[in-house]
Nanobody, 128 residues
């Protein structure tokens, strides 16, 4: 599997912004879709956003819609997550990985592909 490397995290006040970046280590993306996932202390990892590499179709977790924007830069072989209007509940370690959608009666969830290769992640802390 291609190893993905995350960057761009940091400490920001509520209402602030951060831009995360994800790039493959030493190779180009060979996944159909790349997503961002986060894990807050004491909680399970959850899918935040997912983008189809071919046509840039995007999906978002409900709580980040209108605040987060995922994009891909094919020329630079990278995927980004622009996070605006950050809230303390956005705090966590953010990871990128190949993603897929799981559809249920209440809509969809963003899941990682089977047996994802998790990188080190990048810490995002939203606090005064």
């Amino acid at each position: 599997q291609v190893q993905l490397v995350e960057s761009g995290g940091g400490l920001v006040q509520p209402g602030g912004s951060l831009r995360l970046s994800c790039a493959p280590s030493g190779r180009t993306f060979d996944y159909a879709a790349i997503g961002w996932f986060r894990q807050a202390p004491g909680k399970e990892r959850e899918g935040v956003s997912c983008i189809k590499i071919s046509d840039a179709t995007t999906w978002y977790k409900e709580s980040v819609k209108g605040r987060f924007t995922i994009s891909r830069d094919n020329a630079k072989n990278s995927v980004h997550l622009q996070m605006n209007s950050l809230k303390p509940e956005d705090t966590g370690v953010y990871y990128c990985a190949a993603c897929r959608l799981y559809y249920s009666g209440s809509g969809y969830e963003i899941w990682p592909m089977v047996r994802p290769s998790w990188g080190q992640g990048t810490q995002v802390t939203v606090s005064l």
